[in-house]
């Protein structure tokens, strides 16, 4: 097609015909009074759709704005619920801590009562050696809180172990699961003696080395208590390590060996009692260490 033949309007003239209609139809309407007839049914047609499309859209951008404001108050309630729920957590996480720590405390105190003839020292768990067993850490408590080394240290109602480095405010303490420890021990019930050894693979199923015990009359049973011994250089009497497990008789056909339970969780450890008093040494002859 040949663009010599297409005609075009400017909008400016499109924009003053259409301007100028509608003043002329505006006009006619107001001079005449028409209330009938060709404009009402052009507005019908016209007018009436576009005022109702208005209505519509207006409509649904006010059901939008007061959508969006409730959204809005929603996000900020539901904001508000997460920092209380968020507080709600740490603070139920202090009280179980706080309980947890009481019932500690009552323990040591229980356990402070159960060997009441010592003097003690409490003191916290402050590092450890990597693993999950405490078979070496260290506390909180030194020289300068009368921490010495040799002194024994206690939990949970039963043997821990004992102190073998001391600074000013620190303490090294080895357990008694560690593989170096060796323990003079006995059966509460008739002082049979025998040996508590360390075993760190042992452990993990929560069990130690029991060996030499001397059950000349098989009495010792399953379950019994077994408690440091007299014969012990560096633990006092009569502190609980743990119990009787199963049981073996050795080659020598004289002693026995076999498992013991120890009576503290050596998996947690948080704090403890260190008695400040040492043991008498006892003749230096001992085959045992400790």
């Known amino acids: 097609m040949n663009d010599k033949n297409h005609i075009s309007f400017p909008n400016k003239y499109v924009l003053f015909v259409l301007t100028v209609l509608c003043v002329g139809l505006m006009s006619l309407s107001f001079l005449t009074d028409f209330d009938g007839?060709?404009?009402?049914?052009?507005?019908g047609y016209v007018l009436i759709p576009v005022q109702r499309g208005i209505n519509a859209v207006?409509?649904?951008?006010?059901?939008?704005?007061?959508?969006?404001?409730?959204l809005?108050?929603?996000?900020?309630?539901?904001?508000?619920?997460?920092?209380?729920?968020?507080?709600?957590?740490?603070?139920?996480?202090?009280?179980?801590?706080?309980?947890?720590?009481?019932?500690?405390?009552r323990e040591l105190y229980e356990l402070d009562n159960d060997y009441s003839d010592l003097e003690k020292v409490a003191a916290n768990v402050i590092g450890k050696d990597s693993g999950?067993?405490?078979?070496m850490?260290?506390?909180?408590?030194?020289?300068?809180?009368?921490?010495?080394?040799?002194?024994?240290?206690?939990?949970?109602?039963?043997?821990?172990?004992?102190?073998?480095?001391?600074?000013?405010?620190?303490?090294q303490v080895r357990s008694i699961i560690d593989d170096m420890s060796n323990v003079s021990a006995m059966i509460l019930k008739n002082s049979d003696l025998c040996y508590v050894r360390g075993d760190l693979e042992m452990i993990t199923e929560g069990t130690l080395q029991l060996n030499q015990l001397r059950d000349e009359d098989d009495e010792v049973e399953t379950g019994d208590k077994v408690v440091t011994s007299y014969a012990s250089a560096k633990y006092h009497k009569g502190i609980l390590i743990g119990y009787v497990g199963e049981l073996t008789t050795d080659s020598n056909n004289l002693t026995k060996s076999g498992t013991l339970t120890p009576a503290v969780d050596f998996e947690h450890l948080s704090a403890v009692l260190v008695i400040t008093e040492l043991k008498q040494q006892v003749d230096a002859d001992s085959v045992e260490s400790e």
Do not use: C, H, P
Request: negative net charge.
């Open 72 to 105: 809005q108050a929603v996000q900020s309630e539901n904001e508000q619920l997460r920092e209380q729920v968020a507080e709600l957590t740490l603070e139920n996480n202090m009280l179980l801590q706080e309980r947890y720590e009481l019932e500690e405390l």
């Open 58 to 70: 207006g409509g649904w951008a006010r059901d939008k704005a007061e959508t969006l404001e409730e």
């Open 132 to 135: 999950n067993w405490f078979d």
């Open 137 to 171: 850490f260290i506390i909180d408590k030194g020289s300068d809180d009368g921490i010495e080394v040799d002194m024994n240290v206690i939990a949970d109602g039963g043997l821990v172990g004992i102190v073998t480095k001391v600074g000013s405010n620190w303490a």
């Open 37 to 43: 007839g060709f404009l009402n049914e052009v507005s």
